[in-house]
């Protein structure tokens, strides 16, 4: 059977778990774990996504995310239902809990799966370097801990019935548990990972004075600003634009990468877009000839012929 | 304080990697070799940390012998002291990796423990996402990942990490270990006496006997080539004709 995690953020649902989801009803029997009362709200739906069973666990170290107390819900909860395989999705929190619950057992943890064969040993094929290589492992281990690659796999409804959900209750220990103490809001609304049009700009656009044209670009559809990491490098723009393998990994309806040459790191972050723009001065570019469409010349003419050309249209 | 920091040689970001025809390295002959992001990062913050509160800064890393580069690398961007932990060119499972680290460590601290061991988020190359926390269980010290701010204070550490429109705080008692991601801080680039020290540095060795886990890999490939055929657009005109037609405007 298989335990698969569902991310929330104080009851709110990492919609990448779904996809992991779709990994886990290919194994094998599915059962879920909420941590935190204030995630069961989330139970209902997940039937729909192949779920048999949802364990919500409750513990005043649930309350909100700690990695330690989710991993040691976890592990006791896997522990107590004969699981086979715990499965999380590949984000931060989730490649975090499951290092965790690998370290408490010290059993492998496979992170960042796009197949998963079960055997006597199991096959599994990674992504490294971001996604960029793959790798085929073999793991050997009574509990088998994976994380899913995010966009790796689309998710889909199976139509299942409602899951029956069920109380679990943990014992856990508030000793050298680490867990939010506090948290601040910096934007509110559309962010970069969430956004359906990212404007993202790199080398090409050549100071940060520069970056106001990709504002007013991403202004016109209610989209944000990226970047590449030769602008960060450059102090163009901060860290938290940056997408890319060490940014934020982003998968908008369209992608307008202006003068960024594409290389690996950053087209590991974006090539989750279902729709890519390059605007370059060279046409060789791996971002030019990688993309969907693709404007050759200078952005800084470019880009504001676009923007005038939305308002002229717009009237 | 005293703070280590463990870092792993990559190949520079950016390269195009390909994988030798046997499937079981990369071919690294026209590679140029770094110190992965998250702990190049890593090193800065710590380098900053004891110009603000005194003490001084180890390097450790399991790796090939080269990786003796990216050590003296640190030590000329502030770094006091460098471990070198042998492993031969090929990776060590994420276990294996974890329970060197741990005896190193403890060797290391025979003489008093770190304040702070920073690690990576993940490395750039293999990204298990696991070594740091595989340690920090093994030395019974708590860890977060994915730190994006690090503050001091009295036996504690206040931690920063970024969340999708936000961050959370934590706070940890020292000592810990912390997962350190790029952004963090920007690394500095050596000094002209920051290399001559370097160069004089005395790298330790550590000999670690390996002890894999149960993770082994078969073979490396490269994803097959999204072939794509590209739309070329002859202006703005027809850059803002695709926006209409996928309903953008």
Same mark, same amino acid.
């Given at each position: 059977m298989i335990l698969a995690i569902v991310e929330h953020d104080r009851g709110t649902l990492n919609e990448l778990t779904l996809q992991a989801l779709a990994v886990a009803r290919d194994l094998g029997d599915v059962e879920a774990v909420i941590l935190g009362s204030a995630g069961a709200g989330l139970a209902e739906e997940l039937g729909a996504h192949g779920v048999s069973k949802v364990h919500v666990a409750d513990h005043e170290l649930l309350a909100d995310?700690? !990695? *330690? /107390?989710? =991993?040691? #819900?976890? $592990?006791? @909860?896997? *522990?107590a239902i004969g699981a086979e395989v715990v499965l999380a999705i590949g984000s931060d929190r989730g490649n975090e809990v499951m290092a965790h619950i690998a370290a408490r057992l010290d059993a492998p943890m496979v992170a960042n799966v796009i197949s998963v064969t079960p055997g006597e040993d199991w096959g599994v094929v990674r992504v490294r370097w971001g996604g960029s290589l793959h790798e085929e492992a073999l793991v050997v281990a009574p509990l088998k801990l994976l994380t899913v690659a995010p966009h790796a796999l689309a998710a889909s409804e199976v139509g299942g019935p409602q899951a029956e959900v069920v109380p679990f209750m943990p014992s856990l220990s508030d000793e050298g548990v680490t867990r939010?103490? *506090? $948290?601040? #809001? @910096? =934007?509110? &609304?559309? #962010? @970069?990972?969430? /956004? !359906?049009?990212?404007?993202? &700009?790199? $080398?090409?656009v050549g100071s940060a004075e520069n970056f106001s044209i990709l504002e007013e670009l991403a202004d016109q559809f209610g989209g944000v600003v990226g970047c590449s990491r030769v602008a960060t490098n450059n102090g163009w723009r901060p860290h938290s634009d940056q997408v890319g393998q060490t940014g934020t990994r982003v998968a908008p309806d369209l992608y307008i990468a202006c003068g960024i040459s594409g290389a690996i790191q950053h087209w590991v972050g974006m090539m989750a877009s279902k729709k890519v723009m390059a605007i370059n001065t060279d046409a060789e570019a791996p971002m030019v000839t990688k993309a969907d469409y693709a404007?050759?010349?200078?952005?800084?003419?470019?880009? !504001?012929?676009?923007?005038?050309?939305? $308002?002229?249209?717009?009237? | 304080m005293r703070i280590l920091v463990c870092i792993k040689r990559v190949p520079a970001p950016g390269a195009r990697i390909v994988v030798e025809p046997d499937g079981q390295t990369i071919d690294t002959a026209n590679l140029g070799f770094t110190i992965s992001p998250h702990e190049e990062c890593a090193v800065e913050a710590a380098v900053q940390l004891v110009e603000q509160h005194g003490g001084n800064v180890t390097v450790m890393t399991l790796g090939p012998e080269g990786a003796e580069e990216q050590l003296r690398h640190a030590v000329s961007v502030g770094a006091t002291d460098a471990i070198l932990i042998p492993a031969g060119e090929r990776d060590w499972d994420p276990q294996a990796t974890a329970r060197a680290l741990t005896d190193a460590i403890g060797d290391a601290e025979s003489d008093g423990a770190f304040d702070l061991i920073l690690f990576g988020n993940e490395s750039a190359d293999s990204g298990g996402y696991q070594v740091g926390v595989r340690v920090s269980r093994a030395l019974g010290r708590p860890m977060v990942n994915g730190i994006k701010g690090i503050e001091i204070g009295k036996g504690v550490v206040t931690l920063r990490r970024e969340t999708d429109g936000g961050s959370e705080l934590y706070e940890l008692p020292l000592p810990a270990v912390v997962g350190v991601k790029e952004g963090i801080t920007l690394p500095r680039y050596p000094t002209l006496r920051g290399r001559l020290a370097s160069k004089k540095a005395d790298v330790r060795t550590f000999e670690a006997g390996e002890q894999p886990g149960g993770q082994s890999m078969v073979a490396l490939a490269n994803p097959p080539e999204q072939v794509k055929q590209t739309v070329m657009l002859t202006d703005a005109a027809a850059a803002v004709d695709v926006m209409e037609e996928l309903g953008l405007l």
């Open positions: 995310y700690g !990695p *330690d /107390a989710w =991993a040691e #819900t976890t $592990r006791q @909860l896997a *522990d939010v103490i *506090d $948290r601040a #809001t @910096l =934007a509110e &609304g559309i #962010t @970069l990972a969430t /956004a !359906p049009i990212v404007v993202s &700009g790199g $080398r090409g404007l050759v010349g200078n952005l800084h003419e470019i880009v !504001p012929a676009i923007i005038e050309e939305i $308002r002229n249209r717009r009237g | -």
